[in-house]
């Protein structure tokens, strides 16, 4: 198996070749540290995710965990047998890397988060804390948008927010701030899409004055205001005199920012390229995607798509065409992936919009283990959703795990005739069972796993067999002490500008 040094990863990740650099640790653990460039894979989650992630079978790959723990080998063997055969591991994982002198980034999402405190810097973008927006809704016509995906914008926003994603905004706003007067203030949970959307709109030259809410929803709670929960408003589609501002707008974006374009015909011919990674994203809507959308494309918001780029584009220097017939969107992503440093994006000229309905989940077929409809009596239930969803409902005296750490649940759970493995759908404990069979002597699978459950539910996480590391926990999943964890996060966000500096690799593009 080789192994490759932490300098040479880094000389190939500032070079200009393909790399994919994958912490197949679990992603709450991956948050304490990490290099700049490495795409979280949990090595329990590998075959969901690595479909999408690094969609070339013949993509380098470097694999890593802490230092010696035995993940990064273990994913090896498994991306082998997915038919992946270029993978390496990284020498030393995170310890090797830290001493040989390179950077650890703390957090997820980084490579995003830290280019969001960069254009800040770059560009002034301006920002008006909660404070002075509370006192100026009191005497004037302020527009607030939010530009978050609609389920974090119904959780909870500024009182009077519109819901307007990201990429959307430069799509949207011209029919919603018609007046030149009316002051637009962009806000977001924290900063990164406050700052990116408020300049979207900056840059699109909107005549309107626009400020990004520093410090978003945590910012305005963190004041001491309240905020509104459940809201339901959401920017229309625009117009035709909407649509054709928009439009207008965006050519200038692709103009300023060198946004690049690509025809169906060109598009067919890197289809067929072996030698080279491609990603085909539509930044719509779901609505509009699932409605039809281009054969191959997955669905990558544009918001988020800047937002948490590392979790939808895992090889570096890939090809990545963004899909969107009236393009407004897709340049506006793209402008700001070229500023990210993204060499190779492409806006989609014309599109063939010849699929429908939701896409299908790029997952490897899974052996079809025995599975039960119902919970056999005497039965020990392992819960291998996430520690988040598990916390919020699971059947009744059920146990909570992770599929990497089988070995601390044959510890816990009790001997018992019967193992029932279950998950959000069924599909992580299909291909747990193999695994759990090898330390549990009678091992099932609950058929459609948690979502199929009809019966009752409880909440809490009693039973926990590992430590509740699987995932992040976002500052508003600290119920008990949200508002500590939401200055941390904050002051971690805003560190960032400095720390990137201390990283040769990192090269975002500052245009005039």
């Not at 798509?305 to 393009?327: C, F």
């Not at 060499?343 to 989609?348: D, P």
């Not at 990497?404 to 018992?416: D, N, T, V, Y």
């Not at 039973?463 to 971690?492: G, I």
């Amino acid at each position: 198996m080789e192994a490759v040094s932490a300098r040479r990863v880094s000389e190939l990740l500032a070079g200009s070749g393909e790399l994919a650099l994958l912490d197949v640790r679990e992603q709450g653990v991956h948050y304490r540290g990490h290099p700049f460039f490495a795409c979280s894979a949990p090595l329990s989650r590998l075959e969901l995710v690595i479909g999408d992630l690094v969609p070339r079978r013949t993509a380098p790959i470097v694999v890593l965990d802490g230092g010696n723990e035995g993940l990064a080998e273990k994913a090896v063997k498994k991306l082998k047998d997915l038919g992946y055969n270029d993978v390496s591991v990284l020498q030393g994982g995170c310890v090797g890397w830290k001493q040989a002198g390179l950077e650890l980034f703390s957090g997820v999402n980084v490579p995003s988060k830290a280019f969001g405190e960069f254009v800040e810097h770059h560009y002034g973008t301006p920002r008006i804390t909660p404070g002075e927006l509370k006192r100026l809704q009191e005497f004037k016509k302020i527009l607030v948008v939010d530009s978050r995906p609609f389920e974090e914008y119904h959780r909870m926003n500024i009182p009077g927010g519109i819901d307007m994603p990201g990429a959307e905004l430069v799509y949207r706003i011209h029919d919603l701030a018609p007046s030149p007067d009316t002051l637009v203030v962009v806000n977001c949970a924290g900063r990164t899409r406050s700052i990116i959307g408020c300049q979207s709109l900056r840059n699109a030259g909107i005549p309107n004055p626009v400020a990004a809410l520093k410090d978003g929803t945590m910012g305005w709670e963190l004041a001491g205001f309240t905020v509104e929960r459940g809201a339901t408003r959401v920017a229309a589609e625009p117009t035709a005199e909407g649509r054709a501002k928009a439009l207008a707008a965006a050519e200038r974006v692709a103009r300023r920012f060198s946004v690049k374009f690509t025809d169906f015909r060109e598009l067919q011919e890197w289809r067929t390229d072996s030698t080279r990674t491609l990603y085909i994203l539509d930044v719509r809507t779901r609505e509009e995607f699932e409605r039809s959308h281009a054969a191959g494309a997955r669905h990558a918001p544009g918001g988020q798509l800047v937002q948490a780029s590392d979790e939808y584009v895992g090889v570096r220097n890939a090809r990545v065409v963004l899909v969107d017939p009236d393009q407004v969107r897709a340049i506006m992503t793209a402008s700001w992936l070229n500023q990210m440093g993204w060499n190779e994006v492409y806006v989609l000229q014309d599109p063939e919009l010849i699929e429908t309905g939701p896409r299908k989940p790029n997952v490897p077929d899974v052996r079809r283990w025995p599975s039960v409809s119902a919970i056999p009596e005497g039965a020990a239930v392992l819960d291998l959703s996430t520690s988040l969803r598990f916390a919020k409902s699971h059947i009744p005296g059920a146990w909570w795990g992770v599929r990497s750490r089988l070995k601390e649940a044959r510890e816990r759970i009790p001997p018992g005739e019967m193992l029932v493995l279950t998950s959000e759908d069924g599909v992580l404990a299909q291909l747990a069972a193999p695994e759990a069979a090898e330390l549990f002597s009678n091992v099932t699978v609950l058929e459609g796993g948690n979502a199929a459950w009809r019966g009752p539910t409880e909440s809490g996480v009693e039973r926990a067999t590992t430590t509740r590391d699987d995932v992040w926990y976002k500052p508003y999943d600290h119920s008990a002490d949200y508002l500590k964890h939401a200055r941390e996060y904050l002051d971690w966000e805003v560190a960032l500008v400095e720390q990137i500096k201390r990283d040769p690799t990192i090269r975002f593009r500052a245009y005039p």
